[in-house]
């Protein structure tokens, strides 16, 4: 009722603004006028009842807005990887069976979908929430393989933001690790994982304090919860070494920012420290500093990256070490590294760039048969013609250094897909 008493409002407005003319013109041309108004109002209409229909409302009132990419992924591979359609580093040894080690294929596995909760106050802020979810958990074993992909939580957090300090509660990156590189290759499991990227999303408490407003300053404080990259069983978790040590993972940061949206940069250093119980009833430690860096180079050019130094038993962030937590004799594997990304994007449709990532654990600290050195480089092209639509090809080069030497793969991932 409300949609028709506007558009009728509107075909007066109309008419009046059109009387005065109207006495001077003819029968056609004053009928030519009221079909166009009326096409104009019947357009109205059309756009308010969608935007009625595509209204989200939570039972408390809240504003919800859904999001998501739907999105196909093609792939090649030209040699043995980790993973097929996202990979990290080259398998040592390559496939001896006498099949060829390339391989192409497709997946949308790497499918989003997100939901937002905003508009609200509590504890006298503001009060805000964000689940993303993806297909990449797995598969269920069977002829469809991949194809038959497991529903995975990526992140899950909440948020409670006052003047000048911010609590975060849920799932999200590291503290001391929060960007990851520009991709539509590698979203299941971030670019240059295994290379530098300490991506692990994790359940933690994070409480940021900061002062400022054209340049920013802040200091942030977070507990994770302790962990190891275990495998668990299919439903019932078992601890790790890292939660049998009864103690959380502790992170800290501090960081300079300025600029808003597009023009946000900022730089940040941080540490990180975490605790592996040992069967001698002693702790091991997992340790880094770090450092990272978001620039805006002008409203086109951004610099993304971030690196780790003195770092040890890292695997539980999500691939250190070269996912390698500990070495001979339980020794943890010490390991430093990062990756680096400079893109373009001269208009809103087309982006470009390229970058580059290493991750090289201490060589004695390894066994044998250990990932000496993890080496990508990547590119890529992302086209937005408009409508959600994304087309773009990626390509990246990973090096993987063991004793015998350096093996090589070349990674060629083409997508297409519609965000909403």
């Given at each position: 009722m409300?949609?028709?008493w506007?558009?009728?409002?509107?075909?007066?407005?109309?008419?009046?603004?059109?009387?005065?003319?109207?006495?001077?013109?003819?029968?056609?041309s004053?009928?030519?006028?009221?079909?166009?108004?009326?096409?104009?109002?019947?357009?109205?209409?059309?756009?308010?009842?969608?935007?009625?229909?595509?209204?989200?409302q939570?039972?408390l009132?809240?504003?919800?807005?859904?999001?998501?990419?739907?999105?196909?992924?093609?792939?090649?591979?030209?040699?043995?990887?980790?993973?097929?359609?996202?990979?990290?580093?080259?398998?040592?040894?390559q496939?001896?069976?006498?099949?060829?080690?390339?391989?192409?294929?497709?997946?949308?596995r790497?499918?989003?979908?997100?939901?937002?909760?905003?508009?609200?106050?509590?504890l006298?802020?503001?009060?805000?929430?964000?689940?993303?979810?993806?297909?990449?958990?797995?598969?269920?074993?069977?002829?469809?393989?991949?194809?038959?992909p497991?529903?995975?939580?990526?992140?899950?957090?909440?948020?409670?933001?006052?003047?000048?300090?911010?609590?975060?509660?849920?799932?999200?990156?590291?503290?001391?690790?929060?960007?990851?590189?520009?991709?539509?290759?590698?979203?299941?499991?971030?670019?240059?994982?295994?290379?530098?990227?300490?991506?692990?999303?994790?359940?933690?408490?994070?409480?940021?304090?900061?002062?400022?407003?054209?340049?920013?300053?802040?200091?942030?404080?977070?507990?994770?919860?302790?962990?190891?990259?275990?495998?668990?069983?299919?439903?019932?978790?078992?601890?790790?070494?890292?939660?049998?040590?009864?103690?959380?993972?502790?992170?800290?940061?501090?960081?300079?920012?300025?600029?808003?949206?597009?023009?946000?940069?900022?730089?940040?250093?941080?540490?990180?420290?975490?605790?592996?119980?040992?069967?001698?009833?002693?702790?091991?430690?997992?340790?880094?500093?770090?450092?990272?860096?978001?620039?805006?180079?002008?409203?086109?050019?951004?610099?993304?990256?971030?690196?780790?130094?003195?770092?040890?038993?890292?695997?539980?962030?999500?691939?250190?070490?070269?996912?390698?937590?500990?070495?001979?004799?339980?020794?943890?594997?010490?390991?430093?590294?990062?990756w680096v990304?400079?893109?373009?994007?001269?208009?809103?449709?087309?982006?470009?760039?390229?970058?580059y990532?290493?991750d090289?654990?201490?060589?004695?600290?390894?066994?044998?048969t250990?990932?000496?050195?993890?080496?990508?480089?990547?590119?890529?092209?992302?086209?937005?013609?408009g409508?959600?639509?994304?087309?773009g090809?990626?390509?990246?080069?990973?090096?993987?250094?063991?004793?015998?030497?350096?093996?090589?793969?070349?990674?060629?991932?083409w997508?297409?897909?519609?965000?909403?």
């Open positions: 409300r949609t028709r506007g558009a009728g409002l509107l075909l007066l407005i109309g008419f009046g603004a059109t009387a005065p003319a109207a006495a001077q013109e003819t029968p056609d004053l009928a030519e006028r009221v079909q166009r108004l009326e096409e104009t109002v019947e357009r109205l209409q059309r756009q308010l009842e969608e935007q009625a229909q595509a209204k989200v939570s039972r009132r809240n504003r919800v807005e859904l999001s998501g990419l739907i999105l196909a992924n093609g792939f090649y591979n030209g040699a043995r990887v980790n993973n097929a359609d996202v990979p990290q580093f080259v398998v040592n040894p496939d001896t069976s006498g099949l060829p080690n390339s391989h192409v294929g497709g997946a949308i790497q499918t989003r979908l997100g939901i937002a909760v905003s508009g609200v106050r509590a006298g802020g503001d009060l805000s929430a964000d689940l993303q979810m993806d297909f990449f958990g797995g598969q269920q074993p069977s002829g469809g393989g991949r194809t038959r497991l529903l995975r939580v990526r992140t899950a957090a909440f948020r409670v933001d006052w003047p000048h300090v911010g609590l975060l509660v849920g799932q999200e990156s590291p503290l001391v690790a929060q960007l990851s590189p520009v991709s539509f290759a590698a979203i299941g499991t971030p670019g240059f994982v295994t290379s530098g990227n300490l991506w692990l999303w994790i359940p933690q408490v994070r409480l940021t304090f900061e002062a400022g407003s054209r340049v920013r300053f802040g200091v942030q404080g977070a507990a994770l919860a302790p962990m190891q990259p275990s495998p668990q069983p299919a439903f019932d978790t078992q601890p790790d070494s890292a939660e049998k040590s009864g103690r959380p993972t502790a992170e800290g940061r501090v960081y300079l920012g300025w600029g808003s949206e597009d023009t946000e940069s900022q730089i940040g250093f941080g540490v990180h420290r975490g605790w592996i119980a040992t069967i001698a009833d002693t702790l091991l430690t997992s340790e880094a500093y770090t450092a990272d860096v978001r620039l805006a180079i002008g409203p086109k050019f951004s610099l993304l990256g971030e690196a780790f130094f003195n770092g040890q038993a890292l695997a539980g962030l999500g691939g250190g070490g070269v996912g390698q937590n500990q070495g001979a004799s339980g020794v943890p594997a010490r390991a430093q590294g990062g990304q400079l893109n373009l994007r001269p208009t809103f449709a087309w982006e470009l760039g390229g970058g990532g290493f090289d654990p201490e060589d004695a600290d390894l066994p044998a250990g990932r000496l050195k993890n080496v990508s480089y990547e590119g890529h092209l992302h086209w937005r013609p409508g959600g639509l994304l087309i090809l990626e390509f990246r080069r990973i090096e993987t250094t063991y004793q015998p030497g350096v093996i090589a793969a070349n990674h060629v991932n997508f297409a897909g519609v965000a909403f």
